[in-house]
């Protein structure tokens, strides 16, 4: 049986025995708000894929795109395609006219701002910050230390095509700098790897979601003398706080990212075509675009 969130109906994309099933869509509840477009966050939803192989199903996604009653749109934490609630708390409102792309580059781009928000004393700009990852949460990152005014971005990946590499006062490597920096910020969920890079006496931001537990050495960590710091969006952050940084980060977003200039960050994908989208991703031909939007109207 399919994990749906209670509340919300007609889940899109149905994760069954490590592939993608397109579910029917279902009558909108009334005075709910049907599904625009999703946005995908492509690491953590393979991950959820591939668990579904020797476990239960899971609904697809979390952050969904609905109308609002007084205009405008809301971003709700709704698997995708789902209907919801315009009156969810939860959701963060968007002006009218905003552009999708625009969207999802703010919605991970908060991630990082909220992260962030009570350890911007360590990230000095006179110094650089490492980056670790390629995808959109290492890419959201890049671009709020740069809001914040970080002079120099050190992004690691092995990304084919990094889209971290066309912003300026970026640099981008494939190898990891070994234990000289002094702030690392991990996007990939790999916080050994990260902990190599990280200066003595140094921090270490988890800003990606740990893939395994054990991966992190309590004793490499002490050794190493560092500050590991989590970076999850919900801890410690009210739904006010979180709506209010959302309208700082997507307008900044708006007056600063010409999405014109980057077609390679961007994919947009007909909902119809979802479970294609998901057999791709899961394989060695995975779309190389760190923003992947589902279209649903």
Known sequence: MAVITPGFVGARIIFRRGAAILAPPVPVPTGWSAAQYSVV?????????????????????????????????????????????????????????????HVAVAR?????????????????????????????????????????????????????????????????????????????????????????????????????TPADETDLSSAAVHRRGAAVVGMHELAGHSNRSRRAMFQTVLHWVATTIDIDAAPGWFATIPGEQAATFYATLASATRPTAPFVILEWS
């Not at 953590?44 to 405008?72: F, K, N, P, W």
């Open 41 to 101: 966050s492509p690491g953590t939803e393979l991950r959820r894929l591939c668990a579904t192989a020797s476990g239960d199903d899971h609904a697809a996604g979390y952050m969904t795109v609905i109308g609002s009653r007084g205009g405008g749109q809301r971003l709700a934490p709704v698997p995708h395609g789902a209907a919801a609630s315009p009156d969810d708390r939860r959701a963060l409102p968007i002006p009218q006219a905003t552009r999708p792309e």
């Open 108 to 208: 991970f781009q908060v991630m990082a701002a909220l992260g962030l928000d009570r350890w911007t004393s360590h990230c000095r700009a006179q110094e650089p910050v490492v980056v670790v990852g390629g995808g959109p949460v290492a890419l959201g990152c890049v671009l709020e230390l740069k809001r914040i005014g970080v002079a120099h971005v050190v992004a690691v990946t092995r990304h084919p095509q990094p889209a971290a590499a066309t912003l300026p006062d970026v640099t981008v490597l494939t190898e990891s700098p070994a234990g000289t920096q002094p702030v690392v910020i991990d996007c990939t969920g790999r916080s050994a790897r990260a902990l190599a890079m990280v200066a003595p006496g140094g921090l270490l931001g988890l800003l990606g």
